[in-house]
């Protein structure tokens, strides 16, 4: 009996000393495991003031932005001489339709930003693209200032590139100007009909704005724009007879909205002249 006593007791004390064991290196895991937290926790809270700092710079230098993108369209639109001496802008903007390669219509196509309100504040200037864009968008379009944008230095700047080469009759910029002239002429006295296609335009509904044109262009404009008449250049796969019809028509459906179309057929009758080797037959319009 006395050493069962005895045997029960020394179990006891085993179990009791492998308990403690136990809890010790439980205490131990869970010191270590704290320990740990508060170095994570420590470099989140340093992170975060990072963020914080981070976070409140962004804000400042989105001020600043913003703040010199108002500064510069105050400029823009207030200038009445935006393109005076700009022949860099100008070679810029006729090497990147890059007409040589390209006919007039895909050229246009392909660089359709130039001619649509551009917002610096969705897209900011990463390229020039998008800075010139900016820079056109924000033009008083009306005549008396084209007419004061234009200067002869600007107009000569702009000859010059199609002079002593044949681009202009190559690339389809010429059949592009000749149906444009014939097109207005036609147009000149529709003004319900100029406006049905600019709205038409605005809402972004080419197909009607396809079917209202196809119906009312000429035939001389359809065989001016044919492929075969209109440029040397290899045939575009995508861009047909009707796009070209299409654009001309919307291009002066928005210069009757902007109220300078009688001055950009002048204008254009007037690039005609200085660039072209054969004369131009227009009906005259009194102006």
């Not at 944008?149 to 010429?174: A, H, M, R």
């Amino acid at each position: 009996m006395i050493k069962k006593s005895i045997l029960c007791l020394l179990l006891l004390v085993i179990v009791s000393c492998n308990k403690d064991k136990n809890t010790s290196d439980k205490i131990t895991e869970l010191e270590n495991q704290i320990k740990h937290q508060k170095i994570i926790n420590t470099s989140l809270e340093e992170y975060n003031e990072q963020l914080k700092r981070s976070k409140e710079n962004l804000k400042n230098k989105k001020s600043e932005s913003l703040e010199l993108k108002k500064t510069i369209s105050f400029v823009i639109a207030e200038s009445l001489d935006i393109l005076s001496d700009k022949k860099e802008m100008i070679q810029y903007v006729f090497d990147d339709f890059d007409i040589k390669t390209n006919d007039a219509g895909r050229a246009i196509a392909m660089n359709s930003s130039f001619f649509y309100c551009y917002n610096p504040d969705l897209f900011g200037f990463d390229t020039k693209d998008d800075y010139y864009s900016f820079l056109i968008s924000k033009i008083d379009r009306s005549p008396e200032n084209l007419r004061k944008i234009l200067t002869p230095q600007v107009k000569d700047n702009i000859y010059s590139l199609f002079k002593n080469n044949n681009i202009y009759k190559e690339s389809g910029s010429e059949a592009m100007l000749k149906a444009s002239l014939l097109i207005y002429e036609d147009l000149r006295e529709q003004e319900d009909l100029m406006a049905q296609i600019y709205t038409l335009g605005v809402a972004q509904n080419r197909t009607k704005t396809l079917e209202l044109v196809s119906e009312i262009a000429s035939e001389e404009v359809q065989s001016i724009l044919k492929y075969e008449n209109y440029t040397s250049y290899d045939r575009a796969g995508y861009l047909k007879l009707q796009d070209r019809i299409w654009y001309l028509y919307t291009f002066w459906a928005r210069r009757h909205h902007e109220g300078n179309a009688d001055y950009v057929y002048e204008l254009l009758k007037e690039f005609h002249t200085n660039v072209a080797a054969e004369e131009l037959v227009t009906d005259d319009i009194e102006l």
